[in-house]
Nanobody, 125 residues
Framework: VQLVESGGGSVPDGGSLRLSCKAS??????????MGWFRQGPSKARELVAA??????SYADSVKGRFTITQDSAEDTVFLQMNSLKREDTAKYYC????????????????????WGQGTQVTVS
């Protein structure tokens, strides 16, 4: 499934953004059950910041309480609501989607994801 991210932009410190992730034509995110948002800042490794799977969500400590990942099956979209943005959140954000039979292995599965899209840039200044 090829994924398309959108919603990035430039915001001031403390601002908010909502990122969206949809599958490309002729594919459906809702057929997958393990989704996540990654980011890669300047000179940094890509890191998983949020994941959603049957029965739960998972967040990196750096974004807990500020970011919320949701899946909208009707819109076949995965969202990342980002509030109280900080300069250290500046990065290109990517989404990932997989099918994982065991929800407790979702994060492990996502960290093996290789089908990256173009990402969407978030700049906080």
């Amino acid at each position: 499934v090829q994924l398309v991210e959108s919603g990035g932009g430039s915001v001031p410190d403390g601002g908010s953004l909502r990122l969206s992730c949809k599958a490309s034509a002729y594919a459906y995110i809702s057929s997958l059950n393990c989704m996540g948002w990654f980011r890669q800042g300047p000179s940094k490794a890509r890191e998983l910041v949020a994941a959603v799977y049957p029965g739960g969500t998972s967040y990196a400590d750096s974004v807990k309480g500020r970011f919320t990942i949701t899946q909208d099956s009707a819109e076949d979209t995965v969202f990342l609501q980002m509030n109280s943005l900080k300069r250290e959140d500046t990065a290109k954000y990517y989404c990932a989607a997989e099918y994982e039979r065991m929800p407790q292995l979702c994060v492990t599965r996502l960290n093996r994801f290789a089908g990256w899209g173009q990402g969407t840039q978030v700049t906080v200044s």
